[in-house]
Structure formats: structure tokens, C-alpha cells
């Protein structure tokens, strides 16, 4: 076993572990291939952690004397600190946790070796298949088909194997609309909106370069979507000089003379390093409790990042708007079409779709628009807050997502089944898990790995009754109406239970919202009796 | 009485309107749109009026009031527009304290239930709860006619060892005579929190007898020697105090003292303070950087901190080091009032409840003279004098129910429904700035207390996550002041921007779900009586039984009336119905407030902006 070679010191006594709202604890370390253990021994109460290696995004030492201290700070934001004794043992600890952290393959990672204690009742790996997801829309209209196109993943290396397309373009001209969009991302449904039959587009930036290159094909590809007499809107997630700068590199825009029928509008969304780099100011100033009020908020501002969740939701909102209210069809797309383009298509879906908002419509949400629709996971969620500087692909695009679908909870809070520990343990499990639903970067990359052949899914795990439980929303009642948040500055929050999280102590705040699911609970126990007594009563009076 | 006049929306880019007739009446101003809603605006509230330039579609009039609303009218003609200034600037400012609404409104009530009304806070009752008198404190008399101190009540604790003299000559080394007296007395740890102005030191003036007086409150501590002075000033305003022959304690003079500015900022600066608050979250489409630059520099949340953490300082000492402690500012009327009644709530949980938190505001507000008349400006007076301590005091206390949800008897629309009643005037107990002032004014006679009515309707006001274990009696709240968990209070600054708050309230559906349950738990007792009844008629009297069985309606589904509406087998799934806003072009997602009241059903609540069909 190569995990071998890089534990240098397996195991280490008297380590003292300083953790979050715990006081120090002293007990024995232990280092796997794929965790780190730490177990205080007690009889008692044995105090235990259990750290994925996976989960940790930087490692520091120190040393004072022969004491080494080494902090450890998570992806999932948390900060924890080791005292062990003995230089050498320290360093050593050290450097094996630091090469376990960062393993270069993909097939070393944990959830190739990780064999789940639980009955699987439902491989979540086919969970959710576009193929039914068909099916659902073939119900309500057939202007759509499902094409195969991409079944070697030879016209696009980041769709899925199938796509949904309009019915009247065959697959020869998809094939030449993938050569007009960057990385062969040809305009694909994402979402058909039942109420009007308006359907949202994405793709990415048509190339069109600086010498105004057009495609017929994919003019008639979109205009498909439309109806005779009707406009459309290309929602561009670049402002219009960076897209025209696109033009210089062989990208570009849909030019107005070539879709008459489109209004174009720019709704700039930051793009990834600059989201990254926003999420470090944020955390670093969540983490720092000395601050003075206008320091923290001055932090809080320098940040940006409740600015990129505004600028999210507003684009959502006009996604959303634009279909809804418009009546209009809606083509999104940024540059490549992985990232910007996917926050604004399925923050619609939530704002639109009442299926969204439940559990299992959440999950094939997150299947459809993030993972089958090719969000680089793998190089977005390498590292979390606290990588030192040097980004290369990372950035909190899909957390960004995760916030603004909290941000509408907050104000909808009876319209979804699913609570806020849901949206953290996507949150957790994009950036570490022992399953291997996250891994890779688009379902080609899963296709070679063999992921569902060779992990667990998610999905097999989170939706077993006993799971699903603790994700229930007891105030949700299907809404099947249009939700549209306020995107006003007073109506955002910071997403405490993320940034605050490992901050601040929550329990009252956490025995408060017992207390409130205990007054639902309540509520249904007495409605039931009630009815029951009710019933009881009848039958006394009419069995006389 | 004016038609036509457009009310426009205070966030709407697109100029967005309803359309009605305003009228004024003696005590209102009212709007009625052409879907008959009503807007009803009392004078008293109304903090400014702002005649805007003319525009094509008429001329704009701004009013803003005091419990931060902000309404927006075009009147179609200038001369109208001119009338309806004139006239609202009259009726909103007023130059006796008679003309005030308080001594107009008749809500139906006889002299006794009036009478009663004004007895319902009984501060000596209170003063009892605390433990005093004992051997340590007493009452003195010394004040009995206002002789000692005007803008202090007549009745006042002190030590026992304080005599007469010393009393007299410690209240002329005072600022307005403010000598030190007993705010709160802790009877677990026997220290007290004792209250003044400042001293009038200069530079080096002493005074024996007000170093007796300190020396006296020390003593009545038995369990601790040393007692804390705490200045809630800024150090560099209390040194400019000197100058003007007032300042602060010099350690060397008073033995066994630990003093200790806090730096709350004075009366101006919060006024300055909030008044730039307003402005940035009143700006039309605004940026969340902007936002956020205007909430640091406004300095609005480090003031409320301050407030708090002076207040965290105060109930430390007492109830981990059970030391006294004496508490000034400058005349010891507004900081002092903020810092020794959050104090106090954070001690002793009784202030915690509905009825205790009445008691503290008559105790360290209206009777040690905050000067509510001034700073509310209920007359028309300088308005340097204006400044929102006591908002900013309501505001320490939601932060701490937002940290604490289950330690409060009461919710935050108590809170908001205090503050507006600070400042309508409806009722007596806040007009006017001292007791002798508001004996005077005959308010017991001639006006009503608020008290009884919030009592009265008090289901509205309670938190249903309220837990009475939550915090023994007499055990320290202790709340965290890490800037973070200080936030915007959206339900107080945009209470009536209903298109900021969230589309479904968390908080109503949790107060009717409790409410319901208590009304289900009736009808469970009723039924299984009515079971238990049945049973046993069934065993004994059949002829009845039959008789019953005749009649066409069972007799148990005519009962309550909560259950003939819950025919339906899962009622709270029907009883509960979202509603959905709307919007038209690019993203002005505040236009929602019409569209969305229409559509709804039943019942909409003001405070929260949600609306939602009751059982």
C-alpha cells in the first residue's frame, strides 16, 4: 500500500487537540491513508474525531521548544490545532498529513476505498437520468427530443452522454452548432417552464470572432425555442466589453443582425478567481473575532461576497422574469458555460419550479444543472478558503449557489422540504466526502474513472429514510407558486450556519429552532387527535 | 380632503403609484387608495414634512415620521399641495402639551378602569420584589416635594447611612441635583446599582458629603469592599466637563472606588449617527457595498454595541464580583437610563417578562426623568434636543432576543409597538420629561396608560418560544457582543417597506401554530369530556341517548368554533397559503407591495409584510 511510504509516524501520545467550542483534550493521534484520528482514550466519554485528509485545505507548524503545534483548517471551514510532543514526531506528522491532503490522483482518494456500513436501497447513481426526466416533459409538450449525439462524448467533453434539443434540429446540425460554441457546449434545454411553455436555454459563447462568424445552424437551433412573433432574451453573464474583448480570442456574442428575434442583456457575474478570492476576505473576516464593529464591517464589505449573491439572485430573477413574466424563451451563457451560466439556470429553476424546492427535485437539480451539465467540481472545490493565494481553478461557485438557494429559504422558509443542514452538507460534501458523487469534472471524466461502478453515490446515502429525516423542513407545505426573493441589501444575510459556524456557539439559537419544530410537532399530534376524538364522538352518536 | 393623489412607492425605480384621496383629520392624516386600503398616519408621528419641486405629474410632498415610516404623495395641484403642507406642519407640531392627542382620545373606559389603569405599575411594589427596604436601604423622604431634585421622583431609595444631610449636600455637588441613588438592588448578591449625574468636580473641587454618599452605597454592600463608578462617557468628553466646573469622581478622593469610563457617545452623535443610517438604507437601488460602507459609517451598530457591552461591564460586576456599582453620564438621564436598565435585564429575568419589562421602562426611563417629551420632541422645541436613546435602547434589547430566543416573555413587535407609543402620544405615560412635570400636567386624570392596553391584547405580543427555565431567576444572561452578531433592525427601520421583509414569515406561522395549539387542546378536553359523558350516558340513560341520536347535527360538531373550520382532515396544510409576489421589468423586486396584498385573502399583518390565511 503506497499510503504506507507517506505516513511517516503513524501513531502519537499526549497530542493535545484544541477544536471548536470543546476545551483542549489530551489523547493519542493516529494517521491513515485517508484520515486522521484523534481518541482522548477516556473510558468515559472517549472524545473522538475523525478528519478526512481529503477535507483538509492547509496545514501550519510551529514550534516552541520540543512542543510542535500544527493547525489544521478544513474545508468545511473549521480550524482545529494539534500540541504534540517531540520536534521530530511533529514534523513528521506534519508532512505526512500535508501529502496525504494533496494526493494527485483521483483514483487514491477515499471514495475508492470507502465501503459503506449502510443497506443501499437505491443506487443514486441512476437515481436520476435525464432519460426520465424526459419522459416528464414528453407528457407535456413534444416539441423536444433526446438526442445521443454526444454518446462518446465526441462532440462535447463536458456534456452529458444525452442532451435534450429541439425536435426539428437533427443531430448534423447539432454537430455543427458545437463547432460554432466554445468546448462544443451547443444551446441545450435546462429547464421548460409547463405554465407557458417558455423553456430556458444554455450553452456557451458562440465563437464567433472578430470577423462576425455566423452559424446558421445554431440561429436555427434557438430560434426553435420560440414562438412565431415572439422574442427572446440572451441573458450573457459578461458585461459587454468583456465580451467583446471574447471576440479577440475567437468568442464572442450573438450579433443583433443575426438573431433579430433576441434582446441580449449583460448581467455581469464575477468570474471564478475573483469569487475565490472573495470567499478568502469573507472567512478571514468571519474568523477573526477581535474586530471592532467598523472593522468587521469594512471586512465584511472589502469582501464582496454579498454583492456576488446579489448580482446572483438579480440574475436569476431576470432569468426567471424573463420566462414567467415575459413570457419569453431565455438562452444563459458566460464564456465556457460551466460556472456563471449554471448559478443563474438553476437559481431560476428554484425561483420557478415548485419540484426544485423538494428534496429529490433539489438533488436532480443539482444532478442536472451542476453535474451532468460538466460544473468543473474537481478543480473548483481543490481547495476551500483557506488555499494560500496561489488558485489555480478554485472558486465557491457552487457554494455561491448553495448561499442564494439559502438566501430565498430565509424568505420562503415554509417553500422548501429541505432545511439548511441539506444545503451544508452539499456544501461539505462538494469539497470532501467518501462518496463519489463530486469527483471528476464532468460525467465523461466519472464515465473513465468508473465512479458508479467504483464508489458510492451520495444520493444512495442521503436518501434512505433514516437520512432524509434530518433534512425535512416540518414547516414546508407544497407552494406551487413563483417565489421571488428581495434582493434589496436589507433582505441579505450572511449564511451563519457556513461562515459563523465554528465562530460562535449556537445552541440557543439551535434549541430555539427545536423549539420551534417542537410546536409543529405539537400541532400535527393534537390535529390528529382532535380528528380522532371527533371520530370517536360520531360513532358514539351514531352507533346508538 | 384632496382626490387624485398618487401615494408612490419609497423603492420603486419605476415611478410605480396607487392612487386615492388623502384627508386630515383632527388627530390623521388618511389615504385611501382606489382599493380601499387605508393608510392612516397619526400628526404626532410625523417628524418632517418636504415639499419637492414640482414635477409634470403634480407636486410631491415627502412625510416622514418617527416610527421611520416614509410616504411619498403626488398631489395633482400645487395650491392643494401648499394646503396640505401648511396644514400638516401646524397639526404636526404642536405648542402644548394639552393639545396633545393623549388628552383627545377617549378609548371608552370609566374612571376606575382609568384609575386602575395608572395603578397597574406600582414601582414601590417593585422595590419590594427587589428586597428592599431592608437593613441596608431605605426609603427617603428627602424628595418628597421635589425640593432636592425636580426631574427625580419623589420616591427614592437610598442607603441608610446616607443621612439628610448628606443626601442634601451630595445633590448640590451634582449636576441638577442628580445625587446617587438605588436603580436595582440584587438580593443574591446584595449589591446594588445605584444611579447620578456627574459630579461637579471641575478640577479639583471635592465634596465631603457626596464622598460620604458613595462611601454609604459602598457599605450597604456587605459581601464586597470595593465598588465600581462607572462614566459612561467617553473619557475625553468627561474631561471637557471639567472646564465647565462638572467631570468625573477623582479615585483619590473616594476611598474603595474603581472608576471606569465606557465611551457611549452622546445624545448628538447618536442622532447624527441614526439620521445617516436613515439615509443610506432609504436610497433607492442600493448597492450592497454601499450599504454596508453606509452601515459602518453611520456608526449606528458600534454605538448599540457600546451600549451593551457597558451594559455586559455593569451586570459582570454584580453578579461575579457582587460589586456595586454607581452609574453616570453627564446629567445621568440618557446613557444612564440605557445602561443600568439593560443592566438590570440581563440580571434578573423578571425584566424579561411582558409585565417586567413595563416595570423597568416606568422604573429607569419615565421615573428618573429620561426627557421623553424633548427627545421625542412631542412639542415643538429645539431639536437639538432630539435623539433616539431610547430606539436605540429597544434596539440592545432585540439584539439580545435574537441571541437569546427563548428568554424573553415578549416578541419584537412588543418592542416596535413600544416604540411607536413613545411617540404617538395616544397615552400619557411617556408625554413630558419628569414626574413632577407629569403631575402637573394631571395625566393621571385627564389621559389613559398604555399599559393595560398592551396587557390586553398581550397575546399578540408574546414569544411563543419563550421558555420560563430558560435562565433561573438571578442568573447572568451573558450574551456575546462579537461585532458579527450585531445586525441591521430591518423591522424597525423598514417596518412599513413591506417589499423588504420575507415573503413568509417564519415568526407568524410559529405564533399561530401556538396559538392554535392552545385553542386544539381546549377542544381535546371538551371532546374527551363529551366522550367521557356519552360513555357513561350510554351505560345509564338510554332514553336520553336516543332522544339525541334523533336529532339531525350531532351535537359535538356544533361546538367550538375553531372546529367547524377544521372540517378538513389536515387543516394546517390548508390553512397556511403562500403568496407569490410579481414584478415587471429588470429586477425591481420591491413593487410586489400592491399586487400582493390584493391577491391575498385574509389577514395581512403590517409588521412582518406577510400576509397568510388563518384557521
Not at chain 1, 37 to 61: G, V
Not at chain 1, 87 to 111: F, H, K, Q, R, W
Not at chain 1, 392 to 411: D, G, S, Y
Request: hydrophobic share 35%; net charge neutral.
Amino acid at each position: 500500500m503506497e499510503f504506507a511510504e507517506l505516513i511517516k509516524t503513524p501513531r502519537a501520545d499526549n497530542v493535545v487537540l484544541h477544536h471548536p467550542f470543546h476545551p483542549p483534550v489530551e489523547g493519542t493521534l493516529c494517521l491513515t491513508g485517508h484520515h486522521l484520528i484523534f481518541s482522548s482514550r477516556r473510558q468515559d466519554n472517549a472524545e473522538e474525531l475523525w478528519l478526512l485528509h481529503s477535507n483538509i485545505d492547509s496545514i501550519e507548524k510551529r514550534f516552541s521548544g520540543s512542543l510542535g503545534t500544527i493547525t489544521i483548517k478544513c474545508k468545511d471551514l473549521r480550524v482545529i490545532q494539534l500540541d504534540i510532543p517531540g520536534m521530530e514526531e511533529c514534523l513528521n506528522i506534519g508532512s505526512s498529513i500535508e501529502a496525504l491532503s494533496t494526493l494527485d490522483s483521483v483514483t487514491l482518494m477515499y471514495p475508492f476505498f470507502y465501503r459503506p456500513m449502510f443497506e443501499v436501497l437505491e443506487d443514486g447513481w441512476s437515481s436520476f437520468l435525464l432519460e426520465q426526466e424526459f419522459e416528464l416533459l414528453s407528457s407535456v409538450t413534444n416539441e423536444w427530443r433526446l438526442s445521443c449525439i454526444n454518446k462518446e462524448f465526441s462532440v462535447c467533453s463536458s456534456y452529458p452522454p444525452v442532451v435534450i434539443v429541439p425536435k426539428s434540429v437533427d443531430d448534423e446540425a447539432l454537430r455543427k452548432v458545437a463547432q460554432f460554441r466554445q468546448g462544443g457546449r451547443f444551446p441545450v434545454l435546462s429547464y421548460y417552464h409547463k405554465k407557458n411553455g417558455m423553456a430556458m436555454l444554455r450553452s456557451s459563447q458562440p465563437l464567433t470572432g472578430t470577423n462576425g462568424r455566423r452559424c446558421k445552424e445554431d440561429e436555427k437551433l434557438v430560434n426553435a425555442t420560440l414562438r412565431s412573433g415572439r422574442r427572446g432574451f440572451i441573458i450573457d453573464t459578461r458585461p459587454l466589453a468583456v465580451a467583446q474583448q471574447a471576440r479577440a480570442k475567437g468568442g464572442g456574442f450573438e450579433q443583433e443582425v443575426h438573431y433579430p428575434q433576441w434582446r441580449r442583456i449583460h448581467k455581469y457575474i464575477e468570474r471564478f478567481n475573483i469569487l475565490q478570492e472573495s470567499f478568502i476576505k469573507l472567512v478571514e473576516a468571519c474568523n477573526d473575532q477581535s474586530h471592532n464593529m467598523d472593522r468587521w464591517l469594512s471586512k465584511l464589505e472589502a469582501s464582496n461576497w454579498l454583492t456576488h449573491i446579489k448580482e446572483l439572485l438579480t440574475a436569476a430573477c431576470l432569468a426567471a422574469q424573463c420566462i414567467d413574466r415575459e413570457g419569453a424563451s431565455v438562452l444563459v451563457h458566460g464564456g465556457e458555460g460551466t460556472d456563471s451560466t449554471l448559478q443563474v439556470t438553476s437559481l431560476a429553476q428554484i425561483i420557478l419550479d415548485p419540484r426544485c424546492r423538494t428534496i429529490r427535485g433539489f438533488e436532480a437539480l443539482v444532478v442536472r444543472e451542476w453535474l451532468q451539465a460538466g460544473h468543473p467540481f474537481q478543480q473548483r472545490c481543490a481547495q476551500s478558503a483557506y488555499s494560500n493565494g496561489k488558485q489555480k481553478w478554485e472558486a465557491p461557485v457552487f457554494l455561491l449557489f448553495l448561499e442564494c438557494v439559502w438566501q430565498i429559504h430565509r424568505q420562503f422558509p415554509c417553500s422548501f422540504e429541505f432545511n439548511e443542514h441539506f444545503l451544508i452538507l452539499l456544501f461539505e460534501h462538494a469539497y470532501a466526502s467518501q462518496f463519489g458523487t463530486f469527483l471528476g469534472n464532468n460525467e465523461n471524466e466519472r464515465a473513465k474513472l468508473k465512479l458508479p461502478q467504483k464508489t458510492m453515490s451520495l444520493w444512495s446515502w442521503v436518501n434512505r429514510p433514516e437520512e432524509l429525516d434530518k433534512f425535512q423542513n416540518p414547516l414546508y407545505e407544497a407552494n406551487s407558486l413563483v417565489i421571488w426573493p428581495s434582493v434589496a441589501p436589507q433582505s441579505l444575510q450572511l449564511w451563519e450556519g457556513v461562515f459563523l459556524r465554528w465562530n460562535r456557539s449556537s445552541r440557543f439559537l439551535e434549541e430555539a429552532e427545536e423549539e420551534r419544530m417542537n410546536i409543529i410537532k405539537y400541532n400535527k399530534e393534537l390535529q390528529a387527535k382532535v380528528n380522532a376524538l371527533r371520530r370517536q364522538l360520531a360513532q358514539l352518536e351514531t352507533g346508538e | 380632503q384632496v382626490e387624485q393623489v398618487k401615494l408612490l412607492d419609497r423603492f420603486s425605480t419605476s415611478n410605480k403609484s396607487l392612487t386615492g384621496t388623502l384627508y386630515l383629520t383632527a388627530t390623521h392624516l388618511l389615504f385611501i387608495d382606489s382599493s380601499q386600503r387605508e393608510t392612516w398616519i397619526l400628526h404626532h408621528h410625523i417628524a418632517a414634512v418636504e415639499k419637492l419641486p414640482l414635477t409634470t405629474s403634480g407636486c410631491p410632498l415627502v412625510i416622514q415620521c418617527k416610527n421611520f415610516r416614509i410616504v411619498h404623495f403626488v398631489v395633482p395641484r400645487e395650491r392643494d399641495c401648499h394646503d396640505i403642507y401648511n396644514s400638516l406642519l401646524q397639526l404636526s407640531r404642536t405648542a402644548k402639551y394639552e393639545e396633545l392627542y393623549a388628552f383627545s382620545y377617549n378609548p371608552k373606559q370609566n374612571e376606575s378602569e382609568q384609575v386602575k389603569g395608572w395603578q397597574l405599575i406600582d414601582l414601590a411594589e417593585e422595590y419590594k420584589r427587589m428586597g428592599v427596604p431592608n437593613a441596608y436601604w431605605q426609603l427617603s423622604d428627602a424628595n418628597r416635594d421635589y425640593k432636592i431634585c425636580e426631574t427625580y421622583p419623589r420616591e427614592l431609595y437610598v442607603p441608610r447611612t446616607a443621612s439628610k444631610p448628606i443626601i442634601v449636600g451630595s445633590s448640590k455637588f451634582r449636576s441638577k441635583g442628580r445625587f446617587p441613588v438605588l436603580s436595582y438592588y440584587h438580593k443574591n448578591k446584595e449589591a446594588a446599582i445605584c444611579r447620578c449625574s456627574q459630579p461637579l468636580s471641575g478640577f479639583s473641587a471635592r465634596c465631603l458629603e457626596d464622598e460620604h454618599m458613595l462611601q454609604a452605597i459602598s457599605k450597604a454592600n456587605p459581601s464586597n469592599r470595593y465598588m465600581y463608578v462607572m462614566d459612561t462617557r467617553p473619557k475625553l468628553n468627561a474631561m471637557a466637563n471639567r472646564a465647565a466646573g462638572k467631570g468625573y469622581e477623582n479615585e483619590d478622593n473616594y476611598s474603595n472606588i474603581r472608576f471606569q469610563f465606557v465611551g457611549i457617545e452622546n445624545i448628538h452623535v447618536m442622532r447624527s449617527s441614526l439620521q445617516k443610517l436613515l439615509e443610506v438604507s432609504g436610497t433607492r437601488g442600493l448597492s450592497v457595498n454601499d450599504f454596508l460602507s453606509g452601515l459602518e459609517n453611520s456608526g449606528w451598530l458600534r454605538h448599540v454595541k457600546a451600549v451593551l457591552d457597558a451594559a455586559v461591564f455593569l451586570a459582570k460586576a454584580i453578579a461575579v464580583e457582587s460589586a456595586s456599582v454607581l452609574v453616570h453620564c453627564s446629567d445621568g438621564w440618557d446613557r444612564t437610563s440605557q445602561v443600568c436598565s439593560l443592566g438590570a435585564l440581563l440580571l434578573d429575568s423578571y425584566y424579561r417578562t411582558i409585565k417586567g419589562f413595563m416595570v423597568l421602562i416606568e422604573k429607569d426611563w419615565i421615573s428618573f426623568g429620561h426627557k421623553f417629551s424633548d427627545r421625542c420632541c412631542q412639542l415643538d422645541g429645539d431639536p437639538k434636543e432630539i435623539s433616539p436613546v431610547f430606539t436605540q435602547f429597544l434596539e440592545s434589547v432585540w439584539n439580545l432576543t435574537e441571541q437569546f430566543p427563548q428568554a424573553f416573555e415578549y416578541n419584537e413587535a412588543f418592542l416596535l409597538q413600544i416604540h411607536e407609543h413613545v411617540h404617538s402620544c395616544q397615552f400619557g405615560n411617556f408625554l413630558g420629561n419628569c414626574q413632577k412635570e407629569r403631575e402637573e400636567l394631571k395625566l393621571k386624570e385627564k389621559t389613559y396608560s398604555l399599559w393595560p392596553f398592551l396587557l390586553a391584547e398581550q397575546k399578540k405580543y408574546q414569544n411563543p418560544l419563550y421558555n420560563p427555565d430558560f435562565c433561573p431567576e438571578l442568573t447572568l444572561l451573558e450574551p456575546n457582543t462579537v461585532s458579527f452578531n450585531f445586525k441591521f433592525w430591518r423591522n424597525m427601520y423598514h417596518q412599513f417597506d413591506r417589499s423588504m421583509h420575507p415573503r413568509q414569515s417564519m415568526f407568524s406561522l410559529i405564533m399561530n401554530t401556538s396559538e392554535q395549539n392552545k385553542q386544539l387542546e381546549e377542544d381535546i378536553k371538551e371532546l374527551e369530556a363529551k366522550i367521557k359523558q356519552r360513555n357513561g350516558q350510554s351505560d345509564v340513560v338510554l332514553v336520553k341517548e336516543q332522544e339525541q341520536t334523533a336529532h339531525p347535527a350531532p351535537v359535538a360538531l356544533k361546538t367550538s368554533p375553531c372546529f367547524q373550520k377544521e372540517q378538513p382532515p389536515m387543516p394546517v396544510n390548508d390553512a397556511v397559503r403562500t403568496i407569490e409576489g410579481s414584478n415587471t421589468a429588470d429586477n425591481r423586486y420591491s413593487e410586489l407591495v400592491s399586487e400582493f396584498s390584493k391577491a391575498e385573502p385574509a389577514v395581512v399583518s403590517l409588521e412582518y409584510g406577510v400576509a397568510r390565511m388563518t384557521c
